[in-house]
């Protein structure tokens, strides 16, 4: 029966891509791979294999449309996860930890912190908190 919906789904989503020529804003294209789910690569290849042209650069333009959905997915997912990411100290310790007020320096601590999380993600808290340390005095 999952197989009956996912064939129903892939069907029913395969029918959005036409529009994809036109142009789509970043939360179009989340949107489809949303949507899509777990049936994302499916469905892409149903979108290749679903051009009956024999029109050959009609079918290379499809599937350079479908080449820069993929490519576009990719970068928005990275694009993503790099906004979601948190260091491992929040603005609140470190506000805490100075006995300072929200401000420009706790910004820029956390902007700090989060880099440094990026260039040495194995340090853990007592690390971190010890280059907060460093970096504070030299900065303030």
Same mark, same amino acid.
């Given at each position: 029966?999952?197989?009956?919906?996912?064939?129903?789904?892939?069907?029913?989503?395969?029918?959005?891509?036409?529009?994809?020529?036109?142009?789509?804003?970043?939360?179009?294209?989340?949107?489809?791979?949303?949507?899509?789910?777990?049936?994302? !690569?499916?469905?892409?290849?149903?979108?290749?294999?679903?051009?009956?042209?024999?029109?050959?650069?009609?079918?290379?333009?499809?599937?350079?449309?479908?080449?820069?959905?993929?490519?576009?997915?990719?970068?928005?997912?990275?694009?993503?996860?790099?906004?979601?990411?948190?260091?491992?100290?929040?603005?609140?310790?470190?506000?805490?930890?100075?006995?300072?007020?929200? !401000?420009?320096?706790?910004?820029?601590?956390?902007?700090?912190?989060?880099?440094?999380?990026?260039?040495?993600?194995?340090?853990?808290?007592?690390?971190?908190?010890?280059?907060?340390?460093?970096?504070?005095?030299?900065?303030?």
């Amino acid at each position: 029966m999952a197989d009956v919906r996912d064939v129903a789904e892939l069907v029913r989503l395969s029918g959005r891509f036409k529009g994809y020529a036109d142009g789509w804003s970043d939360s179009a294209v989340r949107r489809y791979a949303r949507d899509a789910g777990h049936l994302l !690569g499916l469905l892409n290849e149903l979108v290749r294999s679903d051009c009956t042209t024999r029109n050959q650069r009609k079918r290379l333009e499809l599937h350079h449309h479908v080449d820069a959905i993929e490519e576009r997915i990719v970068e928005l997912a990275a694009q993503d996860r790099r906004k979601a990411e948190r260091p491992l100290i929040d603005g609140q310790a470190v506000m805490e930890r100075f006995g300072v007020d929200p !401000g420009p320096m706790v910004g820029k601590s956390l902007k700090f912190l989060l880099e440094l999380k990026r260039s040495e993600p194995e340090l853990d808290v007592e690390a971190t908190e010890k280059r907060l340390d460093e970096w504070w005095a030299a900065n303030s």
